[in-house]
């Protein structure tokens, strides 16, 4: 089953604007990884972020987390046109030898030159 | 990280027919994975390829369908057995490092037709 839930769907922004999405889940988890997709391309990993850390940061790109919320964000700042692209979330939950991602629908963000 | 290469990177196959996707890392790896994308869809999980046993499948996906080699630490191939235009998918290969962090490889576009 699908745990992490992106929002919005889709984002249309202008260049230069900042982009918020978020992810929440439903269980207990070691970590979050946030994951850029261009169309119809191989996944490129964004962030780790680990369940006891609350922030991460990476150029332009800042995740939160929140595990009290079960939720996540990624905000990219001063977005480009090559930003375009669909961001994904993917959980790995705690417990056991449980090693199994779980990626969330996606949102699809279009930055606008 | 970790480099993937995938081979090929699409297909365009006939019904009935089977697809050989060889999945090669630039460095030993424990867990390896195989993911299918359907178009427009997230990513979703069809097994884990374990070095010198036969993969774990998930619910959904059985071994006479999908057979999975992974003769060593650095390579692994998916078969897409009998092919029905409901296979038509990105299939992509994905490691996990020592860290945690999950990296995938450019993906297989497969087109059944």
């Known amino acids: 089953s699908q745990q992490g839930e992106e929002d919005p769907q889709a984002l249309s922004i202008q260049e230069g604007e900042n982009a918020t999405m978020n992810c929440s889940y439903k269980t207990s988890i070691n970590n979050l990884q946030w994951y850029r997709q261009n169309s119809g391309r191989g996944l490129v990993h964004l962030i780790l972020?680990?369940?006891?850390?609350r922030e991460k940061h990476s150029g332009r790109l800042r995740v939160t987390l929140d595990t009290s919320k079960k939720s996540s964000s990624l905000l990219i700042t001063a977005s480009r046109a090559a930003d375009t692209a669909s961001y994904f979330c993917a959980t790995d939950p705690s417990g056991g030898s449980n090693y199994k991602l779980t990626f969330g629908k996606g949102t699809l963000l279009t930055v606008n030159p | 990280s970790a480099v993937i290469s995938q081979k090929p990177s699409r297909d365009i196959c006939q019904r009935g027919t089977s697809l050989t996707i060889q999945c090669q890392v630039d460095s030993q790896v424990t867990m390896m994975f195989w993911y299918r994308q359907q178009p427009g869809q997230s990513l979703t999980l069809i097994a884990t390829a374990n070095q010198g046993s036969e993969a774990t499948y998930e619910s959904g996906f059985v071994i006479d369908k999908f057979p999975i080699s992974r003769p060593n630490l650095t390579f692994s191939t998916l078969t897409v057995s009998n092919m029905s235009p409901e296979d038509s998918s990105i299939y992509l290969c994905?490691?996990?490092?020592?860290?945690?962090?999950?990296?995938f490889g450019p993906g297989t576009r497969l087109t059944v037709t």
């Open positions: 994905s490691v996990r490092t020592g860290l945690g962090e999950q990296y």
């Open positions: 972020i680990r369940s006891n850390e």
